[in-house]
C-alpha cells in the first residue's frame, strides 16, 4: 500500500511540529533514485563536498 501525497504531507507536517530545535528527521524512500528528486539534492551537495566520496 502506498500513502496518498496528502497522507504524506500530513505526516512530514506532524514530524515538523514535534521536532525538537535543531532535531534530525530522517526519510527512507523505497524507490528508484530518478523517482526521488531528494536523492539528486543529496548527491549534488555530496559532489560539492567530497567529490571523491561520490563517484
Same mark, same amino acid.
Given at each position: 500500500?502506498?500513502? &496518498? &501525497?496528502? &497522507? ?5 507536517? !506532524? +514530524? ?15 524507490? &528508484?533514485?530518478? +523517482?526521488?528528486?531528494? !536523492? ?16
Amino acid at each position: 500500500m502506498t500513502p &496518498s &501525497s496528502a &497522507s504524506k504531507d500530513r505526516a512530514h507536517r !506532524e +514530524a515538523r511540529r514535534v521536532l525538537k530545535p535543531g532535531g534530525a528527521y530522517h526519510v527512507c524512500v523505497w524507490d &528508484s533514485t530518478d +523517482a526521488n528528486p531528494f !536523492e539528486h539534492i543529496a548527491m549534488n551537495r555530496l559532489r560539492r563536498a567530497a567529490p571523491v566520496l561520490a563517484t
